[in-house]
């Protein structure tokens, strides 16, 4: 049998305690779309805001659950350390001006040869820019003001902080399909060998936590999992394999959009495996994506208590 391999990045979700602050700053600032209005499935008490490219295509999707009065992550081991947006090469001090004009601070480094604009969010989630030079396939978001050529082009990588390095790696490479391509310092980068190149939504990053380093808690900014990409007829493989090397993995999860597994890498990050199809079309047109709350099936009887319990939302192009 052929061993399976993810193709790269599929989505990051993290924690917000406010959702039209989030739904402001992902389209009004980084000019992603919302793609997909929905609730948690496992908590239909609080919205779950997916934002992407035009189609929300596998690697361009960042989620979010909105769960009002939590307190702030505490930052730290096992967690992911920063997610990283793809940008084309030029792009870095067009972006450096937009967030300084909305009032974010940022600062430019570099890495692998790379520019890199870092800065936090509202909510103190910390996101880089990398200029890249293999950029995913996508459809720019519509009614955003961003420059054309300037667009946000779905992930470049994710950055894992690990307190067992060697074992992230390990799980990565032996259990997800990534291969190592380089180190730098404390820094070990991964690409999936089902994803082409670095830059394409493909990367990992695992970096090694301090000596006697705390472990990082879950709160408001802090990510809650990261999924790679797995195709439907790899995801079995991925629950066997998985599970006979001794790992707690979850059952397949319906997720209406795609199928999810879970389970938790020896360094403390919460992975997850998700399959590329259906999509986000299966229940709304392109043109109609994130324009309505949208309930699986299960949930559909109670659409009107749901409906109730939720925050009012202004939705972009809807002021």
């Known amino acids: 049998m052929i061993p399976p391999s993810s193709s790269g990045l599929h989505h990051t979700t993290a924690i917000t305690d406010d959702a039209q602050r989030s739904v402001d700053f992902h389209f009004g600032v980084l000019g992603m779309r919302l793609v997909k ?45 920063a997610t990283a947006l793809a940008v084309p090469h030029g792009s870095v001090g067009y972006w450096t001006s937009r967030l300084a004009a909305s009032g974010v601070r940022s600062k430019i480094a570099a890495r692998f040869g790379e520019a890199v604009l870092s800065f936090e969010g509202p909510d103190g989630m910390r996101f880089e820019m990398i200029e890249a030079a293999n950029l995913s396939p996508f459809t720019p978001a519509r009614g955003t003001d961003v420059e054309a050529g300037r667009e946000v082009r779905g992930f470049h990588s994710a950055t ?17 399909g990534f291969v190592v391509t380089g180190v730098e310092g404390d820094r070990t980068r991964l690409v999936a060998a089902g994803g082409g190149s670095a830059g394409s939504a493909a990367t990992l990053d695992v970096v090694a936590a301090a000596s006697g380093e705390g472990l990082a808690e879950l709160g408001v900014g802090s990510v809650h999992h990261i999924a790679v990409r797995s195709s439907a007829g790899d995801h079995l493989k991925f629950l066997e394999k998985i599970s006979a090397a001794g790992y707690r993995i979850t059952p397949v999860m319906e997720r209406v959009y795609f199928r999810s597994l879970y389970f938790r890498e020896p360094g ?3 992975l997850e495996i998700a ?45």
């Open 37 to 81: 209005l929905t609730v948690n499935f496992d908590d239909p008490s609080t919205h779950h805001l997916y934002f992407g490219d035009d189609l929300g295509l596998p690697g361009s999707a960042l989620t979010y659950f909105p769960w009002a009065g939590m307190g702030r992550g505490t930052r730290g081991a096992g967690e992911v350390q």
């Open 160 to 176: 894992l902080r690990s307190r067992r390095p060697e074992k992230t790696v390990e799980v990565l490479t032996g259990m997800l």
């Open 268 to 270: 403390g990050v919460l």
């Open 275 to 319: 399959t590329d199809d259906p999509g986000f079309g299966v229940d709304e047109s392109a043109e109609a994506l994130g324009t309505g709350l949208k309930l699986p099936p299960w949930l559909e009887g109670g659409r009107g208590r749901i409906e109730a319990s939720l925050p009012k939302l202004l939705l972009p192009g809807r002021r």
